[in-house]
């Protein structure tokens, strides 16, 4: 059975960080991507980083570069998302998926339709 779980989501103060985890089973972990989104209320799914498990390559979204790094840990399957100098707009819930591998990641890690497996999410509010 394949299992996404994020943990690590909580109330922190602008300015302030936390670290996500994905923890992943039920599949080759080295042959997937694992992507973050988030989703605020009354908004859509948004990519925010994604990480190829077979190359290392990330991906960030222009409002997360230099904020947010994504990292993967092949030994425990699991993905962090490390986020640094959050803002207010960074409150949603986060939501990590997998995708499998392919030669057009780099232009589809974004689109929601591209993962096969999702998490259940975790709620990350940042108060102003």
């Known amino acids: 059975e394949v299992q996404l779980v994020e943990s690590g989501g909580g109330l922190v103060q602008a300015g302030g960080s936390l670290r996500l985890s994905c923890a992943a089973s039920?599949?080759?972990?080295?042959?997937?991507?694992i992507g973050w989104f988030r989703q605020a209320p009354g908004q859509e799914r948004e990519g925010v980083s994604c990480?190829?498990?077979?190359?290392?390559?990330?991906y960030y979204a222009d409002s997360v570069k230099g904020r947010f790094t994504i990292s993967s840990d092949d030994a425990k399957n699991t993905v962090y998302l490390q986020m640094n100098s959050l803002k207010p707009e960074d409150t949603a819930v986060y939501y990590c998926?997998?995708?499998?591998?392919?030669?057009?990641?780099?232009?589809?890690?974004?689109?929601?339709?591209?993962?096969?497996?999702w998490g259940q999410g975790t709620q990350v509010t940042v108060s102003s």
């Open positions: 998926a997998a995708m499998g591998l392919g030669p057009t990641i780099a232009t589809v890690w974004s689109s929601r339709g591209e993962y096969d497996y």
């Open positions: 039920g599949f080759t972990f080295d042959d997937y991507g």
């Open positions: 990480i190829s498990n077979s190359d290392g390559r990330t």
